[in-house]
């Protein structure tokens, strides 16, 4: 019944040889990559000076002691909510920046696009630009071909290493661990972390490259949720450059005269916004038949294919929007030299929101930059992100050096004495955050008559190492006949106080009396 | 013969679902997706025969790395008792009443003793060691026998009343059903019951006093108090193990009480003992 043939059920991933471009953004992403590579190698090298008993490290994940050095910051892991909190900003982040520009996370700053972006450095340094690694891929396998081929792999190689070795110092002291991995002394932890990530880095920036963000990351096929016509994104102007052929390039001569007129009228609109704006007037006629006579009737793209060539994607930027673009804008460049060389303005690839095609086909300006930033959508992204930035930085600096949980013993819920006197029992943990030991007194406060002793004590002091939690049993006992003992509950509170600092901390709880149930 | 559809935007084959117009296109796979597949598949082979998998009729395959859970778990248990051999070597040699002044040796020892005395003794003292009726409540200042770190290690090496160990704490008391008169009975618990409770029958309570003094001051005391020698508990507080009632004060006159612990000697190991000692001490009632 059908002429059609089979699909078939796998496709080999097709090679991409992206070739070098200069530029504004090409320059952008070189910085961008120099600062996001420079903080994930040399953070856990930064030091920061905490005192004898704590480690020296400025930002160390220490997992045996279940503490999390950042600077001056300690978070303990009864603070994890500080991480979650860093998590949920950087989604609402996210969030923000991709309806206000795109895809901007995945274009400049994404790991995968970073370390590829490396990857291609080296592969461009060792074995030529695009054709030069076109032809070599043709090529048999030859001495010459291997020799590039190995000495590609094995920067490469060096590179993840590296990559892995970073990622491990985060964890333990760096200098102690580097000298470690050297002496064999390491952990088999860091080794094998080393390995996976030496691997996945390997095979993620050399090989795999565009195909993680098109079958393994899901953030492709959400972000398209967040992004409406107002976005910022890279995109192709076709009502400027369609149709497209070989031959719209004029002599150079016209085109110059075309372009300063152009200008000229731009400048006395006073309105242009984007340094290559669309030919005022401009309209994209219905495929008229290509005369090179007649060159005025065809757009800007000469179909030169340099947007193609340099994407590291594989993609024709010209087809629309597609969850293939990464929104690396090295098309814009591309085409930004083009433009350049046949004396067109800039712009005919370039960051702009669908919304404005309307204006622009139509010859008037397009909404300012800023109106298309400012949306209902940002702005609520904004205030929910610095509502959870505030909170933070609000929880971060009422914490206090000492604090206590209570926990009530309710297993039973109170105890009987000899003398009739009722007592509950608190498992009462105090915490001293601070570097030197301490000596913390304990009390209550109540509008019951009740009485409170440790386990353990003779007096109300309970001394807490630095650094530590301690785990003290504390009893509150009513007399017997009291109405605290004979009652229902009574509410009352615990305080713990630095008797050096005068720091003091409470936590509110309840006694059972023989009532309670 | 199935239709074939093709989506008129990218020429691709579709799968025919459709979800509210939106139709699946029928992309092939990535090939090092199906390389990946194929790894997987090679690596459950591999798995299976280095690990116990394959059901046979009586139990599964050993797997070549004779790896199990029990194992691991003895493995992890004698690394255990490996990581703590020092502390362990130190409660054993210990001077138990001083404990607490090693604040590290102290700690280990009552989350040593908490673990023994839940899979132990919390099946009669109850998990948070409250008792029951019959079985004393841990956490209060009431011993039947003493409260100290010395008596409580030997009330739990040798047990009570028990038949095991001949070292055992041991009394007992007479059912005096046999011995007094159904009225003097009433008499002597209207006696006892004065004793704590403000509600009673004076002149009830005053002729219980005299059979008290005859029969029961022996092994409780003229006031009482009790007799930690003979396990003989205080009649004068406000804790009854069985109950303070005079229904059931009747009872334990009656027909007595024996309660019985076995010995825990033979059964926990030194440090066992001690840890444990050391966690009931440490619950509120230690002496």
Known sequence: MTSQPDQPLYAARTPIFPRRVNGFFRRFKWWIMAVTLGIYYLTPWLRWDRGASLPDQAVLIDLANRRFYFLWIEIWPHE?????????????GLFLFTSALGRVWCGYTCPQTVWTDLFLLVERWIEGDRNARLRLHKANWSLHKWRLRVTKWIVWLLIAVATGGAWVFYFTDAPTLLRDLFTLDANPAAYITIAILTATTFIFGGFLREQVCIYMCP????????????TITVAYRDWRGEPRGKGNVKNRKAAEAERAAIEAQAAGAGAAFYPG???????????????LAT????????DCMACVNVCPMGIDIRNGQQMECITCALCIDACDDVMARIGKPRGLIDYLALSDEADERSGAAPKPLWRHVMRPRTILYTAMWLLVGVGLLYALFIRSEIELTVSPVRNPTFVVLSDGDVRNIYDVRLRNKSGDDKVFQMNLSSEEILRISLEGQDTLNVTVPADTTVLQRVYVTARAGDTAATGDTTDLRLWVEDLSAQVRASKATTFNGRDAQ | MTKRKTDEVTGVETTGHNWDGIEELNNPLPRWWLWTLYLTIIWAIGYTIAYPAWPMISGATKGVLGWSTRANVAAEIAAHEGSNAALVAQLVSADMPTLPQDPDLNRYAIARGGAVFRSNCSQCHGSGAAGAKGYPNLLDDDWLWGGDIAQIMYTVRHGIRNTI???????????FGDILEPAEIDAVVEHVVSL???????????AGAVVFADNCSVCHGEAALGDRTMGAPNLADAIWLYGGDRETLRYTVEFSRFGVMPPWGPRLKEADIRAVSAYVHSLGGGE
């Open chain 1, 80 to 92: 994890f909510y500080f991480v979650a909190g860093l998590l949920i900003m950087a989604g609402l």
């Open chain 1, 219 to 230: 953030w492709p096929r959400i972000q398209a949720a967040m992004m409406d016509p107002d």
């Open chain 1, 277 to 291: 704006t669309p030919y005022p007037g401009q309209k994209t006629p219905p495929a008229p038949p290509l005369d």
């Open chain 1, 295 to 302: 060159s005025d009737e065809k757009g800007d793209c000469i």
């Open chain 2, 165 to 175: 160990d001949a070292d055992a704490l041991y009394s007992a008391m007479p059912a």
């Open chain 2, 196 to 206: 704590s409770n403000p509600e009673f029958d004076a002149a009830l309570a005053e």
